[in-house]
């Protein structure tokens, strides 16, 4: 009678013994869940092996397997090692971003005023939008959503010429689609986007078009911020954790705690509370207990007491359709409503992004982290062979800098400085500084377009004010915005230090102290502000 006996360790990539007068052989290279092949004129193996563990097994030891399929051989005895089993890897391929064109804007307001929030230009020759773009396709992401709204025109311009995947041709199945703000039939349809939750609930349908039916987990990002991240290090920690939702958060001091939506977590790191822009005592009752359970050290969780959201999610696919369509159909907003109401019965969980991040949020803050990128050893840098930040390709050439004193700034590209003192500022695409100026703790966003050396002589001629800025001007603590227009011998410095001041038919706000010179605005010669 055939007969066999056997037993195996089991462990990734080990192969299972071969069993004696081939009646059972080996056909994977995995322990659990691999195929057998029986041998026709072998015994029904599974009714044998029952049989023969009623009768002949009485005791069992833990860790120890028994194997015995006939009563004619000897019992034998292995050590059984339980399974290893891999972590799911993040796919790339399983991910889509939805990128929030932003609202109106108002406290970047007037930066605001003819362009969205994303649209807004930094660093030079950047614009805000490119952010997270770059930051998604650093992060192999591939299929992004673009949700706009307010002032969408330059931000549709923008991602049009910079961002145009595969320029008709195949890009594989990576896409970049602008989602604009629509109305549709019947009366829900008739309303703008109430919030940054209902602007992706009325695109909700296109998650369950057919090209995105493996989109596995979906990136809410915000237009507005300024950080580089590699999103799959996040969306990996939500798979490792077995969550629904997943918030990015930056450990907050107490100083700005009560301008973010602050969590609270538990041992596990998934978040038992979360509160929206709390002040007064609902804020002291948000300080976190310890910090330290994030990865922060003794001394910064002194420091940083609170956990802030970053207004960056991952969700998961079939949880976010949930949540939006029927959990809170009539909940609008992500961090006032959606993710308190989550926390309460889904697992969300807080991932710690302990690096440089700004909310681009209000005037002062822009100005800030535009200023802050001219300093020594900076706190962000755009520059990273390794993840570099892409813009729309303008093919301008080298700045041509004629007998200039510049310390501590950033020259972009195209510019013309002549006998000019730039420090502690920013110069953007196509500038033009003429001899005399003094340019001091100034971002200025450059121009659009040249103007030829005739036509600004023509304009000179004719008492106009070319694009740039003229002669013998000083400018401190300013924010000149594009195609403005300032003539010779304007001092801008604020000497009177007023915080808040509207002037836009002389061409300029203030906001926090910081003078904001509109875009195509026109200061005349020898104007003082």
Same mark, same amino acid.
């Given at each position: 009678?055939?007969?066999?006996?056997?037993?195996?360790?089991?462990?990734?990539?080990?192969?299972?013994?071969?069993?004696?007068?081939?009646?059972?052989?080996?056909?994977?290279?995995?322990?659990?869940?691999?195929?057998?092949?029986?041998?026709?004129?072998?015994?029904?193996?599974?009714?044998?092996?029952?049989?023969?563990?009623?009768?002949?097994?009485?005791?069992?030891?833990?860790?120890?397997?028994?194997?015995?399929?006939?009563?004619?051989?000897?019992?034998?005895?292995?050590?059984?090692?339980?399974?290893?089993?891999?972590?799911?890897?993040?796919?790339?391929?399983?991910?889509?971003?939805?990128?929030?064109?932003?609202?109106?804007?108002?406290?970047?307001?007037?930066?605001? !005023?003819?362009?969205?929030?994303?649209?807004?230009?930094?660093?030079?020759?950047?614009?805000?939008?490119?952010?997270?773009?770059?930051?998604?396709?650093?992060?192999?992401?591939?299929?992004?959503?673009?949700?706009?709204?307010?002032?969408?025109?330059?931000?549709?311009?923008?991602?049009?010429?910079?961002?145009?995947?595969?320029?008709?041709?195949?890009?594989?199945?990576?896409?970049?689609?602008?989602?604009?703000?629509?109305?549709?039939?019947?009366?829900?349809?008739?309303?703008?986007?109430?919030?940054?939750?209902?602007?992706?609930?009325?695109?909700?349908?296109?998650?369950?078009?057919?090209?995105?039916?493996?989109?596995?987990?979906?990136?809410?990002?915000?237009?507005?911020?300024?950080?580089?991240?590699?999103?799959?290090?996040?969306?990996?920690?939500?798979?490792?954790?077995?969550?629904?939702?997943?918030? !990015?958060?930056?450990?907050?001091?107490?100083?700005?705690?009560?301008?973010?939506?602050?969590?609270?977590?538990?041992?596990?790191?998934?978040?038992?509370?979360?509160?929206?822009?709390?002040?007064?005592?609902?804020?002291?009752?948000?300080?976190?207990?310890? /910090?330290?359970?994030?990865?922060?050290?003794?001394?910064?969780?002194?420091?940083?007491?609170?956990?802030?959201?970053?207004?960056?999610?991952?969700?998961?696919?079939?949880?976010?359709?949930?949540?939006?369509?029927?959990? *809170?159909?009539?909940?609008?907003?992500?961090?006032?409503?959606?993710?308190?109401?989550?926390?309460?019965?889904?697992?969300?969980?807080?991932?710690?992004?302990?690096?440089?991040?700004?909310?681009?949020?209000?005037?002062?803050?822009?100005?800030?982290?535009?200023?802050?990128?001219?300093?020594?050893?900076?706190?962000?840098?755009?520059?990273?062979?390794?993840?570099?930040?892409?813009? !729309?390709?303008?093919?301008?050439?080298?700045?041509?800098?004629?007998?200039?004193?510049?310390?501590?700034?950033?020259?972009?590209?195209?510019?013309?400085?002549? %006998?000019?003192?730039?420090?502690?500022?920013?110069?953007?695409?196509? !500038?033009?500084?003429?001899?005399?100026?003094?340019?001091?703790?100034?971002?200025?966003?450059?121009?659009?377009? *040249?103007?030829?050396?005739?036509?600004?002589?023509?304009?000179?001629?004719?008492?106009?004010?070319?694009?740039?800025?003229?002669?013998?001007?000083?400018?401190?603590?300013?924010?000149?915005?594009?195609?403005?227009?300032?003539?010779?011998?304007?001092?801008?410095?604020?000497?009177?230090?007023?915080?808040?001041?509207?002037?836009?038919? %002389?061409?300029?706000?203030?906001?926090?102290?910081? /003078?904001?010179?509109?875009?195509?605005?026109?200061?005349?010669?020898?104007?003082?502000?």
């Amino acid at each position: 009678m055939d007969s066999f006996c056997g037993a195996s360790k089991a462990s990734a990539g080990a192969n299972v013994v071969n069993v004696n007068k081939g009646s059972i052989k080996n056909e994977g290279t995995h322990f659990w869940g691999e195929r057998i092949k029986k041998n026709p004129k072998s015994r029904d193996l599974s009714a044998l092996l029952w049989k023969n563990l009623r009768s002949g097994v009485k005791k069992a030891k833990p860790g120890v397997a028994y194997s015995v399929l006939t009563s004619d051989v000897n019992k034998e005895i292995v050590t059984f090692e339980a399974p290893v089993f891999e972590t799911q890897q993040a796919d790339p391929g399983n991910v889509a971003s939805i990128i929030l064109g932003g609202g109106a804007g108002t406290r970047l307001f007037p930066l605001t !005023s003819k362009r969205a929030k994303p649209a807004v230009p930094i660093g030079g020759c950047y614009r805000l939008i490119d952010i997270p773009m770059s930051n998604c396709i650093n992060s192999g992401i591939k299929k992004i959503f673009i949700l706009t709204q307010f002032n969408s025109f330059s931000l549709n311009r923008h991602i049009a010429r910079t961002y145009n995947l595969g320029n008709g041709v195949s890009f594989g199945d990576g896409f970049v689609e602008v989602l604009a703000a629509t109305q549709t039939p019947g009366e829900a349809g008739k309303k703008w986007f109430q919030g940054t939750a209902d602007a992706v609930r009325q695109f909700i349908w296109v998650f369950e078009d057919a090209k995105n039916k493996n989109v596995e987990h979906v990136l809410i990002l915000s237009g507005d911020h300024l950080y580089r991240m590699n999103y799959m290090e996040f969306v990996q920690k939500h798979i490792d954790t077995n969550a629904d939702v997943t918030v !990015s958060c930056v450990p907050m001091d107490d100083s700005r705690a009560s301008d973010y939506g602050l969590m609270k977590i538990d041992n596990t790191g998934r978040i038992v509370q979360f509160a929206e822009k709390p002040k007064g005592p609902d804020l002291k009752a948000m300080v976190q207990v310890d /910090t330290t359970l994030l990865g922060l050290s003794r001394q910064e969780a002194m420091q940083f007491p609170y956990i802030a959201s970053m207004g960056v999610y991952v969700f998961r696919t079939d949880v976010l359709l949930k949540l939006l369509r029927w959990s *809170y159909p009539s909940c609008n907003d992500f961090g006032s409503e959606i993710i308190p109401s989550a926390v309460r019965d889904h697992n969300v969980q807080a991932y710690l992004f302990n690096d440089y991040w700004e909310d681009i949020g209000t005037v002062k803050s822009f100005f800030d982290a535009n200023l802050g990128l001219t300093k020594q050893a900076p706190k962000f840098e755009f520059y990273d062979p390794q993840t570099p930040f892409f813009t !729309s390709p303008r093919f301008l050439p080298p700045t041509k800098v004629d007998r200039c004193r510049i310390v501590d700034a950033i020259i972009s590209h195209g510019c013309f400085l002549r %006998e000019c003192s730039v420090q502690h500022s920013i110069v953007g695409v196509r !500038s033009r500084l003429e001899s005399g100026v003094e340019l001091t703790d100034t971002m200025m966003m450059g121009a659009d377009y *040249y103007q030829t050396e005739s036509e600004i002589a023509s304009l000179l001629a004719e008492g106009k004010v070319p694009i740039g800025v003229g002669q013998n001007t000083k400018i401190r603590n300013c924010i000149i915005d594009k195609n403005a227009k300032i003539g010779k011998d304007v001092i801008i410095t604020n000497a009177d230090g007023v915080e808040e001041a509207d002037r836009p038919s %002389e061409g300029f706000y203030i906001r926090s102290g910081i /003078t904001a010179v509109l875009k195509n605005a026109t200061i005349k010669d020898g104007t003082l502000i």
